[in-house]
């Protein structure tokens, strides 16, 4: 298995690491700023006319992740050779919110097949159910079979975000990409870094992805009393204090939520997953230091799944709230994930809107979000 890393901006077109593209390549895996991808993404038509053959999968960020850096306004892309793994990639559009759990179960059925090692799945991030998405995916899976990815970005502008396959790219997608073999070696890991504080408080009325009540008051009034001055910067100031959702109010840990927008007329706030009614939430903040330590625990994590070998590619998934944090600082997170994994491969990435990764020591992926996520690989040696 081999990466080249390479890197698209409008005044220089692309450029590779070592000076040439590889002669083949299996699978593409890019990311871009939305309007990079969008009007015949010239950045990806190129790719795709030099390797016809191969798997092109990606996604617009909020930010992309490219080696040890974090950029804007660029196309990052690894070319992937494996020298046995077969790659496959499949895409469905989802109509609505509502529609998520049966898209994602249309598409494990597509790549279903007793070889599957590892699917990377890449949604829409404003009109899809991540929720739901993870849910249709554990259904349609074996145990067995990995699942990690996440929702598109947008930038902090929430505006739209796309998603391709093939010469596709466009929203309201969901692309998954499947790969088969007994050599194929995946390890992955999600972590956070966020604390919770102040009262534990009751989800008393919600639909899918929107909090409408807590504890019987408006939850958009409610958390504009929690954020102050901050308040007339929502929805991206709402990435600074994300909730954590418990099933149980005596629970000790539970699933980040990020809020993704606002609705002023009916006091309500729209997250990237589900807020089930009668569940609990808390508030949460952070520090730099707290995110660079979860970023560096999602790195081991992912080294220790992966049975220890050094990998030759990984994959993270950074949530936006997680940029917004650390600002200048966000290369740092990227460091501390590449300096963990003791320099094994090259790595490629996005901020993103919701991670789709197995919670830590299971394997049955969720939606999370501001979390890193991190997703090794690795070819094994032949068997005798």
């Known amino acids: 298995m081999h990466a080249t890393m390479g890197r698209w901006t409008e005044q220089s077109g692309w450029c590779f690491e070592g000076g040439q593209p590889p002669a083949v390549a299996d699978w593409i895996l890019y990311f871009g700023a939305t309007a ?51 790659v496959c990639g499949c895409a469905v559009d989802v109509a609505t919110p509502d529609a998520s759990r049966t898209a994602a179960r249309e598409l494990t059925a597509r790549l279903a097949a007793p070889d599957l090692r590892h699917v ?14 993870a849910a249709g995916l554990r259904e349609g899976l074996p145990e067995a079979v990995t699942v990690t990815g ?17 010469d596709q790219v466009r929203g309201g997608m969901v692309v998954a990409v499947g790969l088969y073999g007994t050599r ?8 956070g870094g966020w604390e919770s504080f102040g009262p534990r408080r009751r989800i008393t009325r919600a ?3 929107v909090l409408y009540e807590l504890d019987g008051q408006p939850a958009l009034d409610l958390y504009k009393r929690y954020l102050g001055d901050r308040a007339a910067d929502l929805p991206a100031s709402g990435l600074l204090f994300p909730l954590e959702l418990l099933a149980r109010s005596g629970d000790e840990r539970g699933l980040v939520r990020t809020i993704l927008a606002v609705d002023e007329a009916q006091h309500s706030l729209t997250f990237a997953g589900d807020m089930p009614e009668d569940s609990f939430v808390r508030l949460m903040r952070t520090r730099h230091d707290g995110l660079l330590l979860g970023a560096e625990q999602a790195a081991r994590g992912a080294g220790l799944a992966s049975g220890n070998g050094r990998p030759e590619f990984t994959v993270l998934v950074s949530c936006v709230g997680r940029r917004l944090v650390l600002g200048a600082r966000a290369d740092e997170e990227v460091e501390a994930v590449t300096r ?15 991670e789709i990764c197995p919670p830590a020591g299971l394997r049955a992926c969720e939606l999370h979000n501001q979390t890193m996520t991190v997703t090794t690989f690795a070819e094994t040696g032949p068997t005798a």
Not at 43 to 64: D, H, M, N, Q
Not at 151 to 160: P, S, Y
Request: hydrophobic fraction near 40%.
């Open 207 to 209: 639909r899918g992805s």
């Open 150 to 166: 996440g929702l598109a970005g947008d930038g902090t502008r929430f505006g739209r975000t796309v998603v391709g396959l093939g």
């Open 184 to 191: 194929l070696r995946v390890g992955c890991c999600s972590a």
């Open 340 to 354: 963990a994994l003791a320099g094994g491969g090259p790595a490629l990435g996005f901020y993103s809107y919701g």
């Open 36 to 86: 990079r991808l969008e009007q015949g993404a010239p950045a990806v038509a190129a790719l795709r006319s030099r390797y016809p053959k191969a798997v092109c999968s990606g996604c617009s960020t909020a930010g992309e992740i490219y080696q040890n850096g974090v950029s804007d306004d660029a196309v990052c892309a690894a070319l992937v050779t494996f020298e046995e793994t077969r």
């Open 120 to 133: 990377l799945v890449l949604s829409d991030g404003l009109q899809v159910n991540g929720t739901l998405l």
